[in-house]
């Protein structure tokens, strides 16, 4: 096992939850320059040549992806060569109710969802956070043989997955090294617009936040300072982000769909948001966009049978 991976300290077992919080709490930690992250790890294979970032939703429940992406990597046969990897961004609920070592990082309900600041042990964006494990895996000296690093999130991972697709810091090392990095983004509830044009009609005036972050590109957070709109556009669309969309996830009093009049001005439940985003990326882009979108047949808002279905195989590992 490599070096990095032995950084990784495991606890017991984990603690189940009482309700509102998070029912596991993931064992492994990964340091950070700035506390410690929980994470689910999967198996380290002898030779890693990929490694799958999958992102949790709401629930943080980080190991369930975990598996599930597992399960994706080892139906595509790919799992003798892909690190499966799944941060755990916990909140201050979770924390009241499992304590753990103060180094461990919290946010504050569901911030780390839109990048913001953690509150515990020190300020640090879930993006930075993002930034720094990606910039690890990517590190050769480390992981010699990585060609390709896959960000994924499903539901409100995916919500992060498109934020921080939109503000990332460039990594030049990640392209001198070779080391490809993809993004999939499967059935959100909502995206981030660059400017105020939006595919349904709707009251401006009783809907004031409809263009603030994270639904467009004003009041960005910290994470975001000294960049502008158009740097912000012109970086997203050069970005490899495939949009998976289930074709049954179109009902619109869905109890997990974001029915706030921001979210509602980009569609009525999540397929039509997803492929209102995606058009209008393509006439902002006429000259195209290094995007694409796949629809699953027969899958409605479930993680598992997105990440396992032929087609979220083809799209995490390229078959």
Known sequence: ???WLLMLLFTCASTQAAEHGVKE??????LLKEGEMAVSLGPAPAKIERVLIIIHGRLRNAETYRQSAERAAELAGQSASTLVIAPQFLNET???????????LRWQGNDWMAGGLSTAPFALSSFAALDQIIERVGDHRQFPDVKEIILAGHSG??????????LAREQPALTAAG????????????YAYFNEQRPVAFNHAACPGFNRWKYGLTDLPVYAS???APQIEGNYVKRDVTYLLGQQDTDPQHPALDKSCEAEAQGAYRLVRGKNFFNYLLRRNPKGVNQRLVEVPGVGHNG?????????????FGQ
């Not at 709490?25 to 990964?30: A, D, E």
């Not at 979770?94 to 461990?104: E, G, K, Q, R, Y």
């Not at 080391?179 to 909502?190: E, F, I, Q, T, W």
């Open 304 to 316: 598992d049978g997105m990440l396992t279905s032929p087609e979220g195989q083809k799209v995490l």
């Open 94 to 104: 979770d924390i009241a109710l499992h304590p753990v070592a103060d180094t461990v």
């Open 179 to 190: 080391v490809k990095l993809r993004y999939v983004v499967a059935n959100p509830s909502s």
């Open 157 to 166: 991972g995916a919500q992060v997955v498109q934020r921080y697709a939109l």
């Open 1 to 3: 096992m490599n070096k």
């Open 25 to 30: 709490l993931s064992p492994g930690r990964l």
């Open 226 to 228: 000294g960049q502008t």
